[in-house]
């Protein structure tokens, strides 16, 4: 959403219609580069027949399975080791409880404070580390002050996991940002920016289903089926205020009302939503008789 408004805010459209490149057209005159790949399947199922020939080379296959199953497990394997030592480490020292005991009481037994505290504690632990030693690490460290204070297990490790996995587009190590900076020729810490303000919604969302867990589909059908759709139609609003435009650019006063209304929208309960949409809705409806009673803007939502 946010990268659509964004692109019919600066005014940017696709190809014409005359310049998209016809299929027929592009069949006609490449469509024998799909020789190869069809033959390479042909052959693949056929040998896969032929039970005999098979055996005959099951010792060599079973060989070369072996050899790349090593090979795959390299990776795997140093990361399990080092995580290894961490948890070790972890558990003769008592630090896992230390740190678990510490958090609950410096966030003073608020639910809040804790996941806050969580988060940050969880970005930052995961910087520059592989996702699998970063959550078995959070595991130990982390997940059971969250637990402690009556988290859902399963809401307390996805929460750990998401903040975990956000650490790799968080400046200042954002490794992801990194990587893409160098594939687009940009710079990294902006880079960066623009990734975490794209993804502003994964740094949202982990607070909700950690305090009410129907996102992750734990509750009641009914339970379910409403947050789904706040916490959705919460994203959108969210996406508009952070690029400032609906039909047409936002104020900053709409702005703010759009995001305190996308952030209650998205918040666990029925007060929260109920708010939201009260915010939202006169925003909406005042903007659209704005774009029907004025010159077009260009696009606009209708093309979501």
Not at 97 to 124: E, K, Y
């Amino acid at each position: 959403t946010q990268v659509h408004l964004e692109a019919v805010k600066e005014g940017l459209e696709g190809l014409p219609r005359e310049e998209i490149p016809s299929l027929k057209e592009v069949m006609k005159k490449g469509w024998f580069y799909l020789i190869p790949a069809a033959i390479l399947l042909y052959c693949l199922a056929l040998v896969s027949l032929f039970k005999k020939e098979t055996r005959k080379i099951v010792t060599g296959k079973a060989f070369t399975i072996l050899q790349e199953t090593g090979r795959g497990l390299m990776q795997v394997g140093i990361i399990c080791a080092i995580a290894g030592l961490v948890i070790g480490s972890i558990s003769l020292t008592g630090l896992g409880l230390s740190l678990s005991d510490a958090l609950v009481t410096l966030s003073g037994g608020n639910v809040i404070v804790l996941l806050v505290l969580a988060a940050v504690g969880a970005i930052v632990l995961g910087m520059g580390m592989p996702v699998t030693a970063t959550y078995i690490m959070l595991v130990i460290l982390i997940a059971p002050a969250l637990i402690k204070l009556g988290i859902e297990p399963l809401a307390a490790h996805l929460f750990i996991m998401y903040f975990g996995v956000m650490s790799f587009l968080t400046p200042p190590v954002a490794i992801a940002a990194y990587v893409a900076a160098s594939i687009a020729r940009s710079e990294p810490l902006q880079t960066g920016f623009a990734g975490v303000r794209l993804g502003i919604i994964a740094y949202v969302v982990p607070f909700v289903f950690a305090l009410s867990p129907s996102l992750i589909l734990i509750g009641s059908v009914e339970d379910i089926l409403l947050h789904v759709l706040t916490a959705l139609l919460g994203t959108i609003v969210l996406a508009v205020s952070f690029v400032g435009y609906l039909f047409d650019r936002l104020g900053v006063v709409k702005r703010i009302l759009s995001a305190i209304g996308a952030l209650l929208l998205i918040s666990p309960g029925i007060t929260g939503p109920v708010i939201g949409l009260a915010i939202i809705l006169p925003l909406f409806f005042w903007e659209l008789r704005k774009k029907r009673a004025g010159p077009r803007h260009g696009s606009d939502l209708t093309h979501l």
